[in-house]
T-cell receptor, first 115, second 111 residues
């Protein structure tokens, strides 16, 4: 999506290794979110940020940490990846669109496989 | 943010109107109703939102009941490209909060 990019888009790693997913925005929006999506569970919030160095936990934050050292980047880290963290991860930013509506804009997703 | 309840799945014939319901009985006075959809494995896409008045844009219409405890998203002339998972969420606009999406409604548009 325009203004928000996720990297890497695909990653395969082994259990116990650290993994960092990056979300980069060019919209200068204040709020950023990390979600995971698994079959049968819909989108579940992991962590979100309401400003530089300001973050809070979502409903499935165990095993994940985040950092936001500058407005444009929101990093999601799995300190020691487990197979249960195999998922598709979506980043989202919240701001005003061209019609003046305050909406979430999602990235294209990062597919992580932990073997 | 208030929780929402949606049917798991719905079918609709191409060219007909698709009416997707959402219950949000615990909605607060300052919470908006937002609708998003997710096509295949893409990131969810914003459709429409409203506070208490009915809204219409180029994609859809949103009907909110007078007590605001439920709403309906209407796709007036569904096409095969509207096949997607539709999410209804409620949130206070302009704030960060623990936004939850639930599992949404899987709409299948058929010929």
């Amino acid at each position: 999506d325009a203004g928000i990019t996720q990297s890497p888009r695909h990653k395969v790693t082994e259990t116990g290794t650290p993994v960092t997913l990056r979300c980069h925005q060019t919209e200068n929006h204040r709020y950023m979110y990390w979600y995971r999506q698994d079959p049968g569970h819909g989108l579940r919030l992991i962590h979100y940020s309401y400003g530089v160095k300001d973050t809070d936990k979502g409903e499935v934050s165990d095993g994940y940490s985040v950092s936001r050292s500058k407005t444009e980047d929101f990093l999601l880290t799995l300190e020691s990846a487990t197979s249960s963290q195999t998922s598709v991860y979506f980043c989202a930013i919240s701001g005003t669109n061209g019609s003046g509506a305050n909406v979430l804009t999602f990235g294209a997703g990062s597919r992580l496989t932990v073997l | 943010d208030a929780k929402t309840t949606q049917p798991t799945s719905m079918d609709c014939a191409e060219g007909r109107a698709a009416n997707l319901p959402c219950n949000h009985s615990t909605i607060s006075g300052n919470e908006y109703v937002y609708w998003y959809r997710q096509i295949h494995s893409q990131g969810p896409q914003y459709i429409i939102h409203g506070l208490k008045n009915n809204e219409t844009n180029e994609m859809a219409s949103l009907i909110i009941t007078e007590d605001r405890k439920s709403s309906t998203l209407i796709l007036p002339h569904a096409t095969l490209r509207d096949t997607a998972v539709y999410y209804c969420i409620v949130r206070v606009a302009g704030t960060a909060s623990k936004l939850t999406f639930g599992t949404g409604t899987r709409l299948q548009v058929t010929l």
